[in-house]
């Protein structure tokens, strides 16, 4: 079967699962064991490895690097910008401490983290300068709502953001009521960050153990995590429009993670998540964590 792909307003084709590395090159796993599997992911197709400068204050991207050494060519890196980076010539200057640690000469995709004080506007033009010195491919965005991503369109280099970075997941859909319709609407691709809710504690394992979920994954023979996956990524309106980027650092988790890229649900098991866990009739801040 092929794999959903997300198409960028280029038409570059992306995998709809990636690889996350919040975690990553903070001592918690032996760095080798890291290392390999982010390689182990490539050779499964997670072709997007998504990391920040904030990950382990720059261990994450240094563990990257060190996976891409032999593979650059294989992955679509994508890695964020801390908004405290504030002027032109601090965002520069973080740009390029990434490039060090990720052992590149480019980034593909660069994005602002959050939103900062400095004005949206400013940030896109020097991710524009940025791209025009060839130090990056493309530029977006992570954790901005409605309204900081209608102001951003109204920018001069907005509307050549690529995509928005934000928290998605079977029991945070609040972005269903505006945001992601919008960027449907731009022909903009969601990049969903924690789709497995590994950040929710005791609720993720509540989660986890709900029995909509669990029962469709035994009738699939499943993982509820490959379930999870498979919901976010479903298409909408017509089209694949989500990649995943779940954090994954054993190689059963990622292959769990690589076959849940050819999983479709049907029309029942999705009208089933939808009563358990139903979308928001209203607008809800945006969730964030």
């Not at 033009?125 to 991503?149: A, C, Q």
């Not at 009521?177 to 903009?188: G, I, V």
């Not at 999870?228 to 479903?234: F, N, Q, S, T």
Request: with cysteine; glycine share 8%; hydrophobic share 40%.
């Amino acid at each position: 079967m092929d794999i959903p792909h997300v198409r960028l307003p280029d038409g570059t084709l992306l995998p709809a699962i990636g690889q996350g590395t919040w975690h990553l090159g903070e001592g918690r796993k032996a760095r080798r064991d890291e290392v390999d599997a982010l390689i182990h992911g490539l050779d499964r197709g997670l072709k997007v490895i998504d990391t920040a400068e904030m990950y382990g204050n720059g261990g994450s991207e240094e563990v990257v690097g060190e996976a891409l050494k032999q593979r650059r060519d294989d992955a679509f890196l994508v890695t964020k910008m801390l908004p405290g980076n504030t002027g032109h010539n601090n965002i520069v200057s973080a740009c390029e401490r990434s490039l060090r640690r990720l052992q590149t000469d480019v980034i593909d995709l660069y994005l602002l983290h959050w939103r900062g004080a400095y004005p949206l506007e400013a940030v896109m033009e020097s991710f524009g300068h940025l791209r025009d010195e060839g130090k990056i491919r493309y530029f977006g965005v992570s954790n901005l709502d409605i309204g900081d991503m209608k102001e951003l369109r109204g920018t001069q280099l907005g509307r050549e953001c690529v995509t928005n970075q934000v928290l998605y997941h079977l029991a945070s859909r609040g972005i269903e009521f505006s945001l992601r319709p919008s960027m449907a609407r731009w022909e903009m691709p969601l990049m969903a960050y924690s789709p497995l809710a590994q950040h929710m504690g005791k609720s993720h394992q509540s989660l986890h153990r709900d029995s909509v979920l669990t029962d469709i994954a035994a009738h699939r023979n499943a993982s509820v995590e490959q379930i999870l996956l498979a919901w976010v990524i479903r298409p909408y309106q017509g089209h694949h429009t989500t990649l995943a980027i779940p954090k994954a650092t054993s190689i059963e988790h990622i292959d769990d993670n690589a076959d849940a890229m050819t999983m479709v649900l049907t029309d029942h098991e999705l009208a089933l998540l939808d009563e358990a866990f139903p979308a928001p009739k209203q607008k809800v801040p945006l969730d964030l964590i």
